[in-house]
């Protein structure tokens, strides 16, 4: 089925703004195939399968630092390079959401809407656009726990990424009209923000909330960071340097 055919069969739906991550069941089944298929490249041995649990254990912290950091940069790619301001980054945000709400209802409920499957494909075949994953470390046989553990987790956060990215780029593609360069440009310019200090994300959420909705339009919103500045807080990510995530053993 075309991905736009899908979503026309639902177009009643509603995006809620204040949704604030995906279930839990995705993240655990996406950490759990994550984890075993790279566990077969390694030889057999207990740390690894310690640094598995670990990871598995860790899998709503990583998945929420991933998208308490990239929803965000999604937001500000288009604000800098763009010219995105309020209207279209709440209707980027909504459009996103949807996508996802509907995703989710169809792994959860009884009818398949929407599957990440044919978001991949649509980008492909309707965009022209063939997505392309970062390359994930060499699996090696490594000296210690911490290295596997930052092995797994690295593999985790490349699959979570890729699938708020392909998401991003077919709501880029479906309701504001990119075509295959610009997308590609987009992900190019995402690129140069995956390595952001602490001071740099957080001028960058302030910029953004700088932007004032259209005076005349009433029913406008304005653009608030309080629940992801709230995630970072949660996550242990308050101090001036390089934003990483510190893993609970």
Request: charged share 30%; aromatic share 14%; proline share 2%.
């Amino acid at each position: 089925m075309s991905i736009k055919r899908a979503l026309a069969r639902n177009q009643k739906k509603k995006a809620d703004i204040k949704d604030k991550r995906n279930t839990k069941e995705a993240m655990n089944n996406m950490l759990e195939t994550v984890v075993l298929n790279n566990l077969a490249v390694c030889t057999d041995n207990k740390q690894k399968y310690k640094a598995a649990d670990i990871v598995r254990k860790n899998g709503e912290r990583i998945w929420n630092y991933c998208q308490t950091y990239y929803l965000p940069m999604f937001a500000w790619v288009m604000y800098k390079h763009y010219g995105f301001r309020t209207k279209r980054i709440i209707d980027l945000h909504n459009a996103y959401m949807h996508i996802w709400r509907l995703i989710e209802e169809s792994k959860n409920g009884p009818h398949v809407f929407l599957t990440l499957e044919w978001v991949y494909e649509g980008l492909e075949i309707e965009a022209r656009h063939k997505y392309i994953k970062q390359e994930k470390p060499k699996a090696n046989n490594f000296a210690t726990l911490e290295e596997y553990v930052e092995y797994f987790s690295k593999c985790a956060s490349i699959d979570i990424v890729a699938d708020f990215e392909a998401v991003w780029l077919w709501v880029l593609h479906s309701e504001f009209g990119f075509g295959n360069k610009r997308l590609q440009q987009a992900r190019d310019y995402l690129a140069k923000y995956e390595y952001m200090d602490y001071e740099d994300f957080q001028n960058r959420l302030a910029l953004i909330e700088k932007c004032r909705p259209w005076i005349h339009d009433k029913q406008a919103e304005d653009i608030k960071f309080e629940e992801v500045r709230k995630q970072l807080r949660a996550l242990g990510i308050t101090e001036p340097g390089e934003m990483v995530l510190t893993l609970e053993y």
